[in-house]
T-cell receptor, first 118, second 112 residues
Framework: GAVVSQHPSWVICKSGTSVKIECRSL??????MFWYRQFPKQSLMLMAT?????????EQGVEKDKFLINHASLTLSTLTVTSAHPEDSSFYIC??????????????FGPGTRLTVL | KNQVEQSPQSLIILEGKNCTLQ??????????LRWYKQDTGRGPVSLTI?????NTKSNGRYTATLDADTKQSSLHITASQLSDSASYIC???????????FGKGTKLSVKP
């Protein structure tokens, strides 16, 4: 299957700093990438959807000025958590969608990034 | 409201035994139902995807069923292995936006 990578796999930062997480589709071109957040023992929660070359669409309750998403190419999307606070500590997962001529669009998930804000 | 409910929340079985995980959903319109395996600290990995017209699909020791009339799905794991220990997440794609709607998962522990 298609491979999606994330970098870094884990990061620890001080409160008030910004953290950038990269999501790459390694062997296919992703028309759309998604960013999710997962708290312990909870479901994945969609934060935003981004299409290459256009602004991201954020879910209700997600601050677009705090979670900056850039999708500059068909293989790379970045999520920047600005002025991070301890409550932003979570597991961030991206996925990439490869549009095909089937009745559904497959999404491939990255391995996730564990963010801990001290 | 579009929802996906899974049961049980957690399950402990002995290695070699079979188990069945359940998923009920209220998502409209329905596009497809997926089962994912998520190891601790990792991203979800797809096991099966079923559309409305499919009522069973297998992937090795994993067999998923779908009853679109009752809006229920199950994931059956045969001859469990220690490496099957993970969270199994039922996901339905649908709704007006065609988004993925995630269940909370069933945490499976396989003991030797």
């Amino acid at each position: 299957g298609a491979v999606v990578s994330q970098h870094p796999s884990w990061v620890i930062c001080k409160s008030g700093t910004s953290v950038k997480i990269e999501c790459r589709s390694l062997d296919f071109q992703a028309t759309t990438m998604f960013w999710y957040r997962q708290f312990p023992k909870q479901s994945l929660m969609l934060m935003a959807t981004s299409n290459e070359g256009s602004k991201a669409t954020y879910e209700q309750g997600v601050e677009k000025d705090k979670f900056l998403i850039n999708h500059a190419s068909l293989t790379l999307s970045t999520l920047t958590v600005t002025s991070a606070h301890p409550e932003d500590s979570s597991f961030y997962i991206c996925s990439a969608r490869w549009t095909r001529t089937l009745s559904y669009n497959e999404q491939f998930f990255g391995p996730g990034t564990r963010l801990t804000v001290l | 409201k579009n929802q996906v409910e899974q049961s049980p929340q957690s399950l402990i079985i002995l290695e070699g035994k079979n188990c069945t995980l359940q998923c009920n959903y209220t998502v409209s319109p329905f596009s497809n139902l997926r089962w994912y395996k998520q190891d601790t600290g990792r991203g979800p990995v797809s096991l099966t995807i079923m559309t409305f017209s499919e009522n069973t699909k297998s992937n090795g020791r994993y067999t998923a069923t779908l009853d679109a009339d009752t809006k229920q799905s199950s994931l059956h794991i045969t001859a469990s292995q220690l490496s099957d220990s993970a969270s199994y997440i039922c996901v339905v794609q649908g709704g007006s936006q065609g988004n993925l709607i995630f269940g909370k998962g069933t945490k499976l522990s396989v003991k030797p």
